[in-house]
C-alpha cells in the first residue's frame, strides 16, 4: 500500500524548518486555492497558534492538518486545513491522520471535545470519527460548511 512507509511530525510553527513550512504552505495554497477555488488567503494567524501535523512519505508531504490551540478559535482545540495531496487520495491517508490527530489530542488534552469547521459534503468523513453536527449549515468561501463537535467517550 501507498501509506505504508508514512511518518507524521508534529511541530509548532517555530520548530518548522523554512523547507517544512514552504512544503506545508504549498500544498494549502494547491487544495484550497487551486483545487477548490478558495479566494480569500490561506495563511492567517491560527498558525502561530496550533500544531502542525504532516504525513511524509519518502520525504514528500502527503497529509496535513493543523490543531489551533484550545481558546483561540473556539473554546476547544479545533483540526483545520485537513488535505490529502492528489498522489494520496483514496489510500486512506485521510482518515489515518486524523485517528492520529484525535489520539494526540487525547493525550495533550484529557477529556476535552474536539471542535471542526468541516465543508458539508465530508459530514458522514467525520460522523465516522464521532463528530456530530451543532449548528445550522453556513457558506465560507462559496462551499457549504458545517460546525462539528467531537465529544470523546467517558
Known sequence: ???????????RLENLSGSQFHAIMLARQTVFIGEQRFCCPDADDHDLHSWHLTALHEGKLAAYLRVVDPGEKYPE????????????????????????????LAELYPGESIRISAQSHLQTFYENFGFTVVGAEYWEEGVPHIEMLYTPPV
Open 1 to 11: 500500500m501507498l501509506t505504508d512507509n508514512i511518518h507524521f511530525h508534529w511541530a
Open 77 to 104: 482545540p479545533a483540526i483545520g486545513r485537513v488535505l490529502t495531496t492528489q498522489a494520496y487520495r483514496r489510500t486512506g491517508l485521510g482518515k489515518h491522520i486524523m485517528q492520529v490527530a484525535i489520539d494526540k
